[in-house]
Nanobody, 117 residues
Framework: QVRLVESGGGLVQPGGSLRLSCVAS????????MSWHRQVPGKERDVVAS????????TYAKPVEGRFTISRDNARNMVYLQMNNLSPEDTAIYYC??????????WGQGTQVTVSS
């Protein structure tokens, strides 16, 4: 079955960096569009960044443009989110999402990112 497992979250000071990882299994990873989303309690889950199946096209939400970088390694079934210059407004649970060629969506369980001094 499709499985996505995120890791790399934690507590970081403002201005710091974190790298999130998501390992995928149970499906043909290189045919799925991958994305990262985040959610704060009581608010909707918002897309942060997405990446095309070969990694040639990436898109970012305005609040993270220039600070976050999404990448993927199809040989290792991994997708990453490098987050730099973090601010308290980036505090959220971060989720990995896989979108199949048939437009089915699969989610990981999430990893908490807390930005605080």
């Amino acid at each position: 079955q499709v499985r996505l497992v995120e890791s790399g979250g934690g507590l970081v000071q403002p201005g710091g960096s974190l790298r999130l990882s998501c390992v995928a299994s149970g499906f043909s990873f290189s045919t799925y569009i991958m994305s990262w989303h985040r959610q704060v309690p009581g608010k909707e889950r918002d897309v942060v960044a997405s990446i095309s199946i070969l990694g040639g096209t990436t898109t970012y939400a305005k609040p993270v443009e220039g600070r976050f970088t999404i990448s993927r390694d199809n040989a290792r079934n991994m997708v990453y989110l490098q987050m730099n210059n973090l601010s308290p407004e980036d505090t959220a649970i971060y989720y990995c999402k896989a979108i199949s060629p048939e437009n089915s969506a699969y989610w990981g369980q999430g990893t908490q990112v807390t930005v605080s001094s």
